[in-house]
């Protein structure tokens, strides 16, 4: 078979849903919510170009599920059907020509900039890493009845997605968010039911499975983004990530989104902790996490999908026929490349390419941080109704932030925390 009729094939889930290609759109934080924390007119619009542009599943950034537990300033928070028709009109446009569209429910637990919430919370009160101490606080230990609240709340927002007119959800159990940091030795060091044992820190992820399940009923998929591990001294280990994978499967989740990584230990974006680069071999055959992937479809015949590095349509194709993944996860490409789907399935090339993101000032980009707002700006781009600019200067993005930046302070405001998706 040629590379685009691989990636043309439908796939079907478990519970009976019809994908019409191998194409995933993976999560990327748009940061297009309202002051009400509700969905806006710029997200009916970006994702109806995605939904234009031929992507046969596509993930929503992370939408959070308690207004008081913010990732980023511009977050969507779905407590309740108090949003519900701006909600809809979202879903609306993200699913027309034929388009599965998953919301993605999160929670960041600790994982949210100084200044964004009245406090953080996490399994444990461990703080971040010294260098990183000034722009994330030591989180408060959730108390046991906050933990079983978070898992309803996790079950209610489903609820709200499903009635919204969306084809589905996904938890957010990678990068370093609260789920991830339940499953986490690292970041759970709690010794009751919640924590202890690696089957006591994957109680939270299983409940939040059930919640929703109970919320949506069985035939409304459920996927997970889970790390195939934090990269991280005494985090969540392969092992223990493929333990998982076999629970949630057992469970009855549909779909598992392999990532890895948290911000401490970026692997999500190619670097690991110690900042060297991804192997070579893995290069070669693009994909960050297939290696991993591999492992998982010796564990479990759930469906599963791997983003990061893919860069041409015979690396996808090779790596659906090699059986390791089911689909493949595209993510910053789609930010200047909205049709890139229809292109890789009509045989061709993209435009476009990812390329680093760099200002030329050292510090700023030993950071990373132009990684997340020049992408963001893209996205808004495109929100707006405008095309993509794929050579717009990192240097000119910078600077714009940093007037924009200065006229809140002046104004009186908070200035915005640079955050990733």
């Not at 090339?349 to 963001?376: A, F, L, S």
Request: proline share 5%; aromatic share 6%; charged share 20%.
């Amino acid at each position: 078979m040629t590379p685009q009729a691989v990636l043309a094939q439908t796939f079907t889930l478990p519970n009976g849903t019809v994908l019409k290609n191998r194409l995933f759109k993976s999560a990327m934080s748009e940061a297009l919510g309202d002051r009400q924390r509700a969905a806006t007119p710029e997200l009916a619009r970006l994702y109806g170009a995605w939904a234009d542009g031929g992507i046969g599943l596509c993930v929503t950034g992370n939408v959070m599920i308690d207004k008081c537990a913010l990732g980023e300033p511009g977050n969507v928070v779905i407590e309740d059907e108090s949003n519900l028709v701006e909600l809809q009109a979202w879903a609306q446009a993200a699913t027309r020509n034929n388009t599965q569209c998953w919301v993605q429910l999160n929670h960041p637990g600790k994982q949210a900039p100084k200044g964004l919430n009245r406090e953080t919370v996490s399994p444990s009160a461990v703080p971040f890493r010294a260098d990183m101490a000034a722009f994330f606080s030591t989180p408060r230990e959730l108390t046991d009845a906050e933990v079983r609240d978070l898992v309803q709340r996790f079950g209610r927002a489903a609820a709200v997605v499903k009635r919204a007119g969306f084809s589905g959800v996904q938890i957010h159990g990678a990068h370093g968010y609260l789920v991830s940091q339940f499953l986490s030795p690292h970041h759970n060091r709690r010794t009751d039911e919640w924590g202890g044992t690696p089957e006591k820190r994957r109680r939270f992820v299983l409940a939040v499975l059930q919640a929703m399940r109970e919320n949506v009923g069985p035939g409304f998929p459920i996927g997970i983004k889970l790390n195939s591990a934090d990269f991280q001294r005494g985090g969540f280990t392969e092992e223990e990530s493929l333990d998982t994978i076999r629970a949630l499967a057992q469970a009855g989740i549909d779909l598992v989104e392999i990532s890895g990584g948290t911000y401490e230990a970026p692997a999500m974006t190619g670097v690991k902790a110690d900042a060297a680069p991804v192997k070579g071999s893995t290069r070669q055959r693009e994909a960050y996490f297939l290696a991993f992937a591999e492992k998982a479809r010796q564990a479990v015949k759930v469906p599963l999908v791997v983003t990061g590095g893919f860069r041409s349509a015979e690396g996808m194709a090779q790596a659906i026929e090699s059986g390791a993944v089911d689909l493949v996860g595209l993510a910053r490409i789609l930010a200047i490349e909205p049709d890139v789907p229809a292109r890789l399935l009509a045989g061709q090339q993209p435009r476009e390419t990812v390329r680093p993101i760099r200002t030329g000032i050292g510090m700023i980009d030993k950071m990373g941080i132009m990684e997340i707002t020049w992408y963001t700006g893209q996205l808004k781009r495109i929100g707006r109704g405008e095309a993509p600019k794929p050579r717009e200067s990192a240097l000119w993005v910078f600077l714009k932030f940093i007037a924009h930046q200065t006229g809140l302070i002046r104004g009186g405001k908070k200035p915005i925390k640079l955050r990733a998706s």
